[in-house]
């Protein structure tokens, strides 16, 4: 299984076949593609109308306490237990590359009583999922923790939530300003046993030039295939996807020219890295991260997807160990990233290794986030390398993605993982993917 699921996260990078070198072009300001400005813009305005129709209601029991549950098609679950469990909808929003959310205005709601009194069911803990660490007694079974309804919530006579709309986080995914919001369909008040539907809601992002000294996102110089990417991407998870090529980042204009008077070598003797990125070097949108003892296995990979005009490089993880600084290989990797991604164009990248077993060391290794106060247990994850805005350890302490930790969860390059060991799997690894395309 654990396999499959790499082998999955690999479908990430194999949907980056390109049908011609004509189509390397990197992409700069055009009316096509607008450099992005918070003039005259100072707000970004977005309208959500929901039907008491589709609201759809159920029973549950928890200890022994029978409450009712209501979700709404599209809408996910609150997530802060003991308060009341109410869909919500979550919306991503485009706005300028340029601009600083000041604020959030909601300028018009419209409010209706639902007929009957309900007992809405408090949030409740995750459910453990798997066995912890260390020897367990006979029979052991994850146990579900229950939360009662928090009383001061339950007692009181104001709906919950306070506000209809509330701002969640921003980030950057690929360069495109994105903000996240949660818009509760229904306020609840807990005393009257009452649900509010709104019917219609209308808010604005506040916007304002960002400060010179708030931290910018990294350039990314793209090519027409890294720009359909993203258009792919951002259409399917914003809500207003007509915005991408209005608030595009600004294009790096000095990639053209480097770009037609430079040709690009389509069948490269020696497809390995061997210099760190800088601002005049070629653009290479696929990195293979490799051990030393797999590189030659994954340089038919590389070739082959640069004679289909993608441009593709081996960066060796000892290369990487001895030209960048970090904490740990992890970081050192992360770091080579953030350059290649800034001054290559990289947009997808192979990480050639298995991930950690009893009896493996992964060989380009997965990073462990920590994603909040009462979890004891660390969350393998790669959108490490992924997300590549702040440093994920904003407190530089020995854990990772905590909350506060400067992450914005937002991918800016498509990584995949090849789950080999050792040569032979290597090989056969890219003799299947050779075949395959």
């Known amino acids: 299984m654990k396999r499959l699921m790499l082998v ?3 479908a990430l990078l194999l949907a980056s076949g390109s049908s011609g070198w004509p189509h390397m072009q990197p992409v700069a300001a055009s009316p096509d593609h607008p450099p992005s400005s918070v003039y005259p813009l100072p707000s970004v305005a977005f309208t959500l109308d929901f039907a008491a129709a589709d609201l759809q209601f159920s029973h549950e029991t928890v200890a022994d306490v029978t409450y009712d549950r209501v979700t709404y098609p599209g809408a996910e679950p609150s997530a802060e237990v003991g308060r009341p469990d109410l869909p919500l909808r979550r919306v991503q929003l485009l706005v300028p590359s340029d601009a600083t ?15 009957g009194t ?4 408090p949030v409740q803990p995750p459910a453990p999922c798997c066995q912890p660490p260390g020897p367990q007694p006979p029979g052991w079974a994850p146990t579900r923790p229950v939360a009662p309804p928090d009383p001061a919530t339950y007692a009181s006579n104001t709906p919950y939530p306070g506000v209809p709309v509330t701002l969640v986080r921003e980030g950057y995914l690929g360069g495109w300003h994105v903000v996240n919001l949660a818009v509760y369909p229904l306020q609840y008040v807990p005393a009257q046993r009452q649900l509010l539907l709104h019917t219609h809601v209308r808010f604005q992002v506040e916007l304002a030039p960002r400060p010179a000294d708030q931290a910018q996102p990294l350039p990314h110089p793209l090519t027409d295939d890294s720009w359909a990417r993203y258009h792919a991407l951002l259409a399917a998870v914003t809500d207003n996807p007509q915005d991408i090529e209005r608030f595009a980042p600004p294009a790096t204009l000095s990639k053209l020219k480097m770009w037609h008077d430079t040709p690009y070598d389509l069948t490269p003797p020696q497809p390995d890295v061997l210099s760190r990125p800088a601002q005049t070097d070629p653009l290479i949108p696929y990195l293979i991260v490799a051990d030393e003892s797999l590189a030659s296995a994954f340089r038919p990979l590389a070739h082959w997807k640069t004679q289909k005009g ?8 000892r290369w ?3 030209n960048y600084g970090g904490v740990d290989l992890a970081e050192r ?5 953030r350059e290649a991604y800034a001054f290559w164009g990289t947009t997808w990248v192979l990480l050639a290794s298995d991930v950690e077993t009893a009896d493996f060391v992964p060989l380009a290794p997965v990073r462990e986030g920590w994603i909040g106060a009462g979890y004891s247990l660390p969350i393998p994850t790669d959108l490490y390398y992924a997300d590549l805005d702040g440093d994920w350890n904003a407190d530089h302490d020995a854990y990772f993605g905590e909350p506060g930790d400067g992450m914005d969860l937002y991918p800016d390059l498509f990584v995949g993982r090849a789950p080999v060991r050792t040569p032979e799997e290597a090989t056969v690894f890219v003799d299947k993917i050779l075949t395959y395309e």
């Open 8 to 10: 999955s996260l690999l």
């Open 101 to 115: 959310v000041t604020g959030l205005t909601v300028s018009e709601v419209v409010t209706q009583a639902l007929a």
């Open 118 to 121: 309900f007992a809405i069911i």
């Open 310 to 317: 993608l441009p593709a490089r081996i960066a060796t993880t």
């Open 320 to 322: 990487i160990a001895a």
């Open 333 to 337: 990797i992360r770091n080579f990233l």
